[in-house]
Nanobody
Framework: QVQLVESGGGLVQAGGSLRLSCAAS????????VGWFRRAPGKEREFVAA????????YHADSVKGRFTISRDNAKNMVYLQMNSLKPEDTAVYYC?????????????????WGQGTQVTVSS
């Protein structure tokens, strides 16, 4: 079991940066693949990025590739999403999620545990 709490969201100007954090609690955090997802107003939740258990492999959605970077620090039970060059279309609630059963994946249905989300609003 793992519990996840996101933080770091807020209001930022287009072109600016934010770093989201996901604090995890529970046993054997390093055994979980972790992903970031987001849900914009009126839209379905979509995949943003995922990172492997040992942080050796990452996968980023095309819409954020080159701008967002996922990372993790297993010693601190933390996962991060560094967001640069933010655009208004990045406005969404961002969620971190953990998956014990699968390998690195981009489907929300593969993930077992979810945080409560943190709001990111990008002004034009």
């Amino acid at each position: 079991q793992v519990q996840l709490v996101e933080s770091g969201g807020g209001l930022v100007q287009a072109g600016g940066s934010l770093r989201l954090s996901c604090a995890a609690s529970g046993r054997s955090f390093s055994t979980y693949v972790v992903g970031w997802f987001r849900r914009a107003p009126g839209k379905e939740r979509e995949f943003v990025a995922a990172i492997s258990r040992s942080a050796g492999i990452t996968y980023h959605a095309d819409s954020v590739k080159g701008r967002f970077t996922i990372s993790r620090d297993n010693a601190k039970n933390m996962v991060y999403l560094q967001m640069n060059s933010l655009k208004p279309e990045d406005t969404a609630v961002y969620y971190c999620a953990a998956d014990f059963r699968h390998g690195l994946g981009y489907s929300e249905y593969e993930y077992d545990y979810w945080g409560q989300g943190t709001q990111v609003t990008v002004s034009s």
